[in-house]
């Protein structure tokens, strides 16, 4: 069992990796967010590339260091794109994060997120009332029904979501990351808690698809849980930093994106988390 100051050092090298080798993490993401998560994968030292049809996808699967697939805003080619795509990255060993954003809303998006189950995403991560909705719908213990999703906004708390993100990691073998007041991440083993954070996350469009896309860019270098964790980590401490500095959301935003650049390895692996193993 790893304990907290080798899970930091894993956190320092993944970090310093990325800035140094500029590893690509594709996405096929939301049209609304596309350009903060292609940002804010720049800015923590990656490199990104923003695809919609099967065959780039596909290309992009074999060719890239980890993809980032969310299905926020559904176009009818995802159809293909999306299990095309899941289906290569698991083939070829390929990490991924899945973000299922507004899980239960149409038919069309309840059958992609289904058959990305048997292709086992390396990371999840979503609000609270995504991740129990995910597990409900793939039939897993701490799942209920989508009752409590609200577009993109959660009605759950984090602390409700325990459950269902244990489970959801057991099934895939990765982790999973619960955003919220206190992100919850786990890979089924180990609970970590991140604090920190920014109110203005929550008055800007992207704070939550951009930031599976920077878990994206880490998996390529690190694990999943180290590579959630990661994410939940320097989003936190950069957004803290650029909320004491900003004095609305336009401003937040900018600053937000200057302070990922900025944070440097030990800022990222030092900011506080708590960890306990889970019996």
């Known amino acids: 069992m790893l304990t907290k100051d080798q899970l930091t050092q894993q956190m320092i090298q993944a970090v310093e990796e990325v ?3 500029n590893p690509m993490a594709g996405s096929i993401t939301n049209s609304v967010t596309i350009n903060l998560v292609a940002n804010a ?13 099967p065959d780039e996808g596909e290309f992009l699967a074999r060719a890239g260091g980890a993809t980032y697939i969310n299905v926020g805003t559904l176009l009818p080619v995802y159809a ?12 070829n060993n390929k990490p991924w994060v899945l973000d299922p954003v507004a899980v239960g809303i149409g038919s069309l998006r309840a059958e992609l997120l289904l058959k990305c189950k048997e292709y086992k995403p ?6 609270a009332s995504e991740i129990i909705a995910l597990a409900g719908l793939w039939e897993l213990e701490g799942g209920s029904d989508t009752s409590n999703v609200r577009g993109v906004d959660s009605t759950d708390t984090v602390v409700a979501a325990r ?10 073998g990765g982790a999973v990351a619960v955003s919220g007041e206190v992100d919850l991440i786990t890979d089924g083993k180990l609970l970590l808690r991140s604090y920190g954070g920014s109110h203005f996350f929550e008055k800007i469009t992207g704070a939550g698809c951009s930031l599976a896309g920077v878990m994206a860019v880490y998996a390529t270098v690190t694990s999943p849980l180290v590579a959630a964790l990661l994410g939940s980590a320097v989003y936190n401490y950069a957004g803290k930093k650029a909320e004491d500095k900003a004095s609305g959301p ?21 900011h506080p988390f708590e960890m306990e193993e889970i019996k």
């Open 80 to 91: 293909e794109t999306i299990p095309l795509i899941a289906k290569t990255l698991h083939d």
């Open 19 to 21: 800035k140094k080798t």
């Open 250 to 270: 336009a401003s937040f935003q900018q600053l937000f994106l200057d302070e990922l650049y900025l944070a440097r390895p030990e800022d990222i692996a030092n």
């Open 41 to 53: 994968q720049l800015a923590v030292g990656g490199s990104a590339a923003m695809v919609y049809l």
């Open 163 to 172: 459950d269902a993100a244990i489970h959801l990691a057991q099934y895939t």
């Open 122 to 127: 390396s990371i999840i991560r979503g609000n």
